[in-house]
């Protein structure tokens, strides 16, 4: 269990009809799939949508009461997989992640899905990361809908409409036997509002019946003949199906049609973005009153021809405003619009950036233009624009892009991860660069500064894998990276077992921070805690040498740096074949800092001895150098200006912020650095030993510095 | 009838806009505090508010944003709720809130902050990014810059130091922010009704509620004045000592006056490294150094001297070292620097490495040399030195063995190090005196270039290694109006990165002049 309580989080879960829900668009989406009588949430965490995972895993109390199974998923294509319960049997489900990412992982059981179909409401919530704060590649999920042809759902970004989306979207999904993806991007995930809540519903057919009595069908799985038939289906029934259905709900949504001879279309998600455009140009006003008709797709996947042509029909020209590239949604409207033989302008990523995120400044930008260039007689003078324009040109702003630094994420304070690194690159040193494969997780922010190192990152467990080519006779031996939660996610077979298969000669190191930490602290197999409703404390070790590892050494002290350089060393080096793992574990700091820090506070109050542990560099000693943090980059390892007139540049600094993880100490005692680091140890509600010992102690010392300082002949 | 005229009959759009605040922080600082205040603050007071954030591995330490719109809550109206945009428009920011000096100068990058309509709240402490911190000179970016930026981008633009006002109250930064947002009265709520809002959310908050109370007195006052160095302290007149006093004779008689405030940081230094005598002989160096020097320019050549002879002439030693690790003041400041409380005890352990290297330095120089010169010796006695010390400097064991090591003092003088460093100061200094009649400029900065010497083991090796390249162009360059250029130039490549690439560059530039 992540070391964070969600308890208010899922006291919300329990809001009853008229009750007002208030928080984040991914918790909207969980209370939504209780309201909406699902049977089972399975899934694979990482941001925007961990939240749900979360969640739901502390809500076993109200799943259990609900008769909900909520699965922990491996990887995303385990939880695609998941939607099998709903071929068969009229349950509803859902499944989530984080895309493009995970639905590249998913694509196998999705496309298998998709082509057989679904009896049971198939719901797949996509947090789309793209744009400001993604970690991931830039992609759309969009081309994943329109392969496996499964519809894609765009809600304008508010609570209400998304939890609406969640509703049509099983309604949609059983109407035409079709898996739904529901799209929710970073900021609307995060998107702080309120909707009116509904009770929870039971399954109306429970998971213990499909148990009880087992259906088949095998017109639904995917073998010929049956797999030919599927795609004449999807075609010929299926999608005709999806259409009826989206244009007698009305999920598409049309404003202000009439109020001019130009619109716009765009995807939900862009909603928001367009009337803060129109209202800035004096089009619209902040309650969605438009002056400029809007055709809102709540449903980008697939569009319906006759929406299409009825909107543009009456109109000279049609802005589309839609995020990511290529512009599937441009072309076909061009495309509609040229079999209907309209002659409405369409302008769209000819104004509109082709890539990237389409943030409000952008969007202004676009719409703006789109007035300009079409309806001329709409516009009224823009002061924003102007605004940035002279801001842009203010010589001291200018100046700032020299002067103000990139800020990247990076290893928190105290990371356990850190003196691997550190370790890593005291060995590259000495034996010269190594050829680095990583891997996706908090480590791979080894690639920045001050570390530099690794060379790919190919995907989620796969950093043994894009080592792979690497197994020939060499002078030197290639190195990856995995963490646990790539190790549990699929590493261990694709990555590992298979190195062990090929005979690969590699040293791979697996970080084992005790949780899928980069994803938010969730528990994996190997998690230590022990945690109800989950068997954990499966340890790496044992795994590996399951699948057939000879060479494997545990760490269970990552702060060890002499111990890691040399196991390292020792697994570059050594003669023995076959791949050389190493597993390097200690705690996630975030986490532990999270589960010990009030249990410390609790017994210094309670009056017991406690030791806090905390670094410090003695400030007349350092040099200015910087070479300790040039193998930490860690927040609190900073520096400050000395007063000293003699130090020209800022010595090194430990903020109070250090937890005392002493990679600090370590290095420098490794590395030959300096002197300069200290450890203090702060003794909390000493016993009367401590003090006895403290007082003979002092007696003694301070009698020794009295004694030298006389002599000292110094200025005061 | 024009669409011109057809318009003049429409409802006129409602002009009414949200009020828009964006939050530039790091991950970790609370950011997502703040942003949930100002959001329950909003609905306790009858007003609709939106929050939107990017969270996940991207805020791990890194910059972040989060973002806030809101308005008042319609009465009675039939048109539901309000369409808010989930990012910032540039040049339509009302209030942007930096929680750090860098993040206000990359939101004014941003464009969010506008001279019109801009109230830009920063904290003007500074969190070194990775890429200011790696630098082995100084790599700090320059605050004055994003200051000044700010002064010209917005509106009002209020900042102090906030991080050291939460650390004042035992508390965090955004609880300071909270408390400067209220105090700038940007939002139409007053100060009880943020105190509310801290006190409904029941976490911490006599602690935030102090740090409010900060920060809201803090900003309604002028922003602080730009730091200025310190002045150093003056050479005073009589020190209580009639050695020390008979030097600081010496300096008034044979030095010139601008150089005073920094020879007398020096002598300091180097009397507190040796004895009075060692003080003597720094005064000897920069006496002839000052024969050399030029009154009209402020004696540069003297004053950067009086810097850079003393600290090298206060080489970190084994016996320096064990010296400031055993003093009383030093014990003092560790406990200053963990705030500890007085009822606590405080125990340092040191992180010391001492190499086979290190112990040759201290010895007398004969015995020292002839180990060093003994490869199966200095090897075998190596692997018995060399490795990692932890010692425990407040256990009598442990304060006694650096106690005796600190008071090897008295044999510095007939040290190897000692007798090195020496000869590596007489030549420095004897190439200034030649450099001073040649090319003054460039004498001048070769001085400065000792700056490069520095750090312990393999780092004080590379930096005496940049020493000698930079020295070594500055004396092909000597004939060059514009060597003393140059040779600042290099220096400062020299110090951009550790293993000398930027140095290398300069070193070819140079070398094809």
Redesign the interface.
Known sequence: MAERSFAREVRDLRLGAGQEFHGEGILAITKALLQCGVGYVAGYQGAPISHLMDVLADAQDILGELGVHFETSANEGAAAATLAASVPYPIRGAVTWKSTAGTNVASDALSNLASGGVTGGALIIIGEDYGEGSSIMQERSHAFAMKSQIWLLDPRPNLPSIVKAVEDGFELSEASNTPVMLEVRIRACHVHGSFVAKDNQKPAFPISEALASPRRNVDRIVLPPASFDHEQDKIKRRWPAAIDFIKQRRLNEIFADGEQDVGIIMQGGMYNSVIRALQLNGLADVYGESRVPLYVLNVTYPLVEDEITDFCRSKRSVLIVEEGQPEFLEQNIRSILHKAKLTTTIRGKDILPMAGEYTGGVVLDGVRRFIEDEAGHLLVGSEVAQRVAAMREIPEVKALAGVVPPRPPGFCTGCPERPIFSAMALVEKELGQHHISCDIGCHLFSVLPPFNLGATTMGYGLGQSSAAAFNVPGEKRAISMMGDGGFWHNGLASGIGNAVFNKADNVILVVDNHYAAATGGQDVLSSRASNPSRSTNNTIERAVRGVGVKWVKHIKRTYDVARMRDTLKEALTTLQKGPKLIVASSECMLNKQRREKPLFNRAVKDGKRMVREKFGVDEDVCTGDHACIRLSGCPSLSMKVSDDPLKEDPVAHVESSCVGCGNCGEVAEAVVLCPSFYRADVIYNPTKGDRFMARVRAGVIGYLQRRRAARRVVFA | M???SA?AG??V??????ICIAIHA???QGGGVL??WI?ALA?DNGWV?????????????????YYIEM?PA?LGGN??????????????VDVVIAAEL??A??A??R?F?????TTLIASSHR????????????G???AE??L??G???AKRFLYFDMAAEA?RNNSVISAVLLGALAGAEVLPFDRGAFEATIRKGGVGVETSLRAFAGGYGRIRQPPPAADVA?P?PAL?QN???T??DRLLDRVRQELPEPAHA?V??????V??FQ??AYGGEYLDRLAAVATLDRAGRGFPLTVEAA?QV??AMCY?DVIR?AD?????S??DR?RG????AP???????????P?IEEVCGTLPAALGRAIENTPWLFKALGRIVDR???VK????GW??VL?VL??MQRFRRSTLRHGEETAHIAAWLDLVRTMAARNYDLAVEIVKCR?LV??????HAR?LGKFDRVVAAAQCLADRPDAADWVRRLRDAA?LD?EGKALDGALKTVASL
Do not use: C, W
């Open positions: 024009d669409s011109a318009l429409a409802p759009a409602d002009l009414q806009k949200p790091m991950g970790g942003a949930d959001v609905e508010a939106q929050s939107t954030s990017v969270p996940g591995v991207a805020q791990r330490t890194g910059a972040t944003i308005l319609r048109r539901g709720a309000p369409v808010l945009a989930l990012t910032p428009v540039p040049g339509e860098m993040e100068g990359r004014i990058q464009n902050v506008t001279p019109e309509n969190s070194y990014a990775v890429v200011e911190k790696i630098v082995p000179g100084n700090i970016a320059n810059q994003v000044e930026a002064r010209k981008a650390e310190k150093l005073p020190s209580g000592h050695a020390l920094m007398f940081a020096g002598l300091r230094r009397v507190d004895d009075v810097r003393a600290v970190d070292v400031l690790k055993t003093r009383a030093r014990f560790v620097e963990v705030d500890a009822d606590q005890l405080v125990y340092m352990t040191e992180f010391m490495h190499r990692g010390r932890r400097t407040g256990t009598v304060f006694l106690y600190a008071g700056r520095k750090g312990y083991s393999d780092t930096g110090l550790e």
